[in-house]
């Protein structure tokens, strides 16, 4: 069974950066679009954006410019990295398969506040 585990997550102010990583186990990954995903408090989860095996992205337009998606696939590995973090991205932020597996890691919390 796949198993996804985030990282990275924090408090960072407005404007700031962070690095996501979600290690994958269970599955290779290398043959998936593999997507973010965030929820935020009292709202249904999102797509963020996703990167296909061969490295192509797409992103949803409040993130377009801001964040990028790439992947290891020898290291099982796919990460997020955020700059010009605004308080509106604040959600916990989870990694899957794009269409999702249907399993979900624990996430991992994002706070952009000053």
């Known amino acids: 069974q796949v198993q996804l585990v985030e990282s990275g997550g924090g408090l960072v102010q407005p404007g700031g950066s962070l690095r996501l990583s979600c290690a994958a186990s269970g599955r290779i990954i290398s043959i998936y679009v593999m997507g973010w995903y965030r929820q935020a408090p009292g709202k249904q989860r999102e797509f963020v954006g996703c990167?296909?095996?061969?490295?192509?992205?797409t992103y949803t337009d409040s993130v377009k410019g801001r964040f990028t998606i790439s992947r290891d696939n020898a290291k099982h590995m796919v990460y997020l990295q955020m700059n010009s973090l605004k308080p509106e991205d604040t959600a916990v932020y989870y990694c899957?398969?794009?269409?999702?597996?249907?399993?979900w890691g624990q996430g991992t919390q994002v706070t952009v506040s000053s």
């Open positions: 990167i296909t095996s061969g490295g192509r992205t």
């Open positions: 899957n398969a794009f269409p999702d597996w249907g399993c």
